[in-house]
């Protein structure tokens, strides 16, 4: 991790140097465009000037860059003058000329841009790229420090992390003195241990005390086998055997239902809250979107919250959704349907076939599929065992209200505050 950030840093600092000389370069050159030509107007209207004044004790060579520039003197079309390099094509792009009037005599100075502007940046080229070499190091070492310090302390949090595990869930990660969100990340870990820690403390706790319940009507029941095995099958022998037999085995029915429960209700306490107006409201439309020949009516209240989890709740809706659209359309795929949610109840109604009173136990079994269902229709039977799992699960009940030939509605009917009702 700490490689590739090191590698991007170095990325950053090669781009940001190379936009730097270059942005340089661009705005420099404007610059030395303008100085070039404002200093070569200057000079050739000193020239023009001491050309007309007969007193004037001026060297106007002087003032010409020999290997840069051209000075002429024209009287209309006739070149009276030249003075300056051979090697000057007038009419080269990078060629720039000014010209200034001297009484019947016109004045041109012809200067060699490209060479004159060269000239410039050598002479500042240098600073920009000490200047750039200086920035990229010192962004070099702000970056380098800030890696470390954002880096360094993911790599011990990870470190310690896999040195946890559940024979040791009492070690904790040490909190930094730094108090930033790196030290609310660990803080936040630490809680989580120990939530996790108390868990699975009371979970063995629990295994133990079940272990040693379950032993005893084990060993009760092993001990009146080895007295018939030893005694033979006396009538008033083997009668007690079974009145103990069946008292200790209601005995393990009852813990095996006492585990359950407890499983589920852990669930339960640590479950989320999902915004089921969202959700519903979301699926409806998509629902829509997906068979237009079927009218999807909503009743959806807003602000709606149900104690389950989102996925798990988008599991459910999908469920009875889907069957609504399988079962609730005729035979050219058109049908109504209509969702409603309020506080604490979602249904979900179909005007199809129906569901008989013979079946409303057997649908919920896995791969159960009704007596009339088409050969045709998609589906493997497990919808309805599925809604059912999440019914133990989360402590909801499921109502279903159906009438053959005009269609059948799932409510959902979530537990209040004073409501322990399980699934049904």
Sequence with gaps: MKRRFFIALLAIIALSAGASIVISEIAVGSIVKKLILERAGDRLSLITWSFGATAADVDIYSYVDFDREVLTVRKGKLLIFQYGTANLDFNAPTTKSLTRPAGSYE???????????????????????????????????????????????????????????????????????????????????????????????????????????I????????????????????????????????????????????????????????VERADASEVTERLVRYYTELFPAIRFEANIDPGVVLPVRKDDLERMENILLDNAVKYGTDGAGRGEVTVTLRAGKLSIRDRGRGIEASERESIFERRYRGRETDSRTDGAGLGLSILKKFAEEYGFRIVLESTVGQGAEFVLVFAGPNDGNTAN
């Design 215 to 270: 032993i005893t009507p084990v060993q009760i029941l092993e001990g009146y086998r080895q007295l018939i095995e030893r005694h033979g099958r006396i009538d008033t022998l083997v009668d007690e055997y079974l009145d103990v037999s069946k008292d200790q085995l209601e005995r393990l029915k009852s813990m095996a239902a006492t585990l359950k429960s407890r499983l589920a209700s852990a669930k339960r306490r640590n």
């Design 107 to 213: 004045m041109t100075l012809y200067i060699d841009f490209a060479a004159a502007k060269a000239k410039y940046m050598e002479l500042v080229r240098t600073p920009i790229s000490i200047a750039t070499l200086i920035f990229s190091l010192l962004f070099g070492i702000f970056g380098w420090l800030l890696l470390h310090s954002a880096v360094d302390p993911i790599v011990r949090l990870a470190a310690s992390m896999a040195h946890i595990t559940s024979r040791n869930l009492q070690t904790r990660v040490p909190v930094p003195k730094r108090k930033d969100e790196f030290g609310q990340l660990i803080l936040t870990f630490n809680a989580l241990l120990d939530e996790i820690q108390g868990t699975y403390e009371r979970q063995s706790q629990f295994v133990d005390d079940m272990t040693h319940d």
